[in-house]
């Protein structure tokens, strides 16, 4: 008997926990994927973990995120989570033959089976006996589950990492090279909380909590300011840099971010602010050759 835990709470996920009862110890992992911490939480304990998630459509009230980036978000985090619980086995449902989050998952540290198809059967099988199956297409269902939106907002940007650079120096560079793009801005940093100015008004103090970063990942609690909702909607909510497990992707996120506009005005506004603004702040990076700044 093996104590199962099934990433993607779904249909088959759901197919699959029931077919397991009595032979394993098997639960869903009840947990918001692209946090490393939540993911944690949900994997303790496991020997086998079964993904099976994929990124929903819509993801969020207001999506900026394209599926394959949040996708590669998720793979990174349950990767993660999955070497820090210590589990031995890492089954994949995967989505063709060029899935790329399969490349993230080898680094787990488990035994990764990548199941093509067949279904519960296979994925069953894969439980019992660890190894990569093929079968008759049978694709996960959560992107395709009829799911309110998990989030508020959801953006996320994908970058070429340069060489050598940590996490925090991504968002150190970010912060630094903001006021050189976007008129009127200041940004300062005093321990680690990182203030934004504009024109004179305090519009979003970002505190780096050195509980949930690493090497790998700088998150920021989203704490003030004037464009911030005065409740935030979940302890989640975040700006986040993080060096994928690749070792040459990066990637930005902002999750759950309560805006203190109103949805239909921020949408237009902030939003389409801060999606041009990462995306050039992606354009600057890839110039960017020698040693982070110091």
Known sequence: ?????????????????????????????????????????ALAGAQTVV????????VARLPRASTADLDLLIADTLARATKLVGATHLIHFASGADDARIALLERSGATLSVIRGGGVEALE??????????????????????KPPRFGTCSVQRYKRPSGWKAIDLARAYFRW???????VRTT????????????????????????????LAWFEIADGALRAAKQPSDDARLEFRVLLDGTTALAAMIDFAPSLPFFI?????????????RRFGDWLSTQTGAPPA
């Open 51 to 58: 993904h099976l998630s994929r990124a929903a459509s819509p």
């Open 125 to 146: 099988e894969a439980i019992d006996t660890p190894g990569n199956k093929d079968g008759t297409p049978h694709a996960p269902s959560e992107r395709d589950a009829n």
């Open 1 to 41: 008997m093996a104590r199962v835990v099934i990433a993607g709470a779904g249909s088959l996920g759901t197919a699959l926990a029931k077919r397991l009862e009595g032979k394993h110890e098997v639960r869903l992992a009840k947990a918001e994927l692209t946090s490393l911490p939540s993911t944690e939480i």
């Open 189 to 216: 940093e005093l321990n680690g909380v990182f203030t934004i100015y504009t024109a004179g008004v305090r519009t979003l103090v970002l505190r780096l909590v050195h509980g949930r970063s690493s090497e790998d």
């Open 266 to 278: 921020y949408r237009f506004t902030q939003a389409a602010m801060h999606e041009r603004v990462m």
């Open 178 to 184: 903001l006021p050189s793009d976007v008129p009127m």
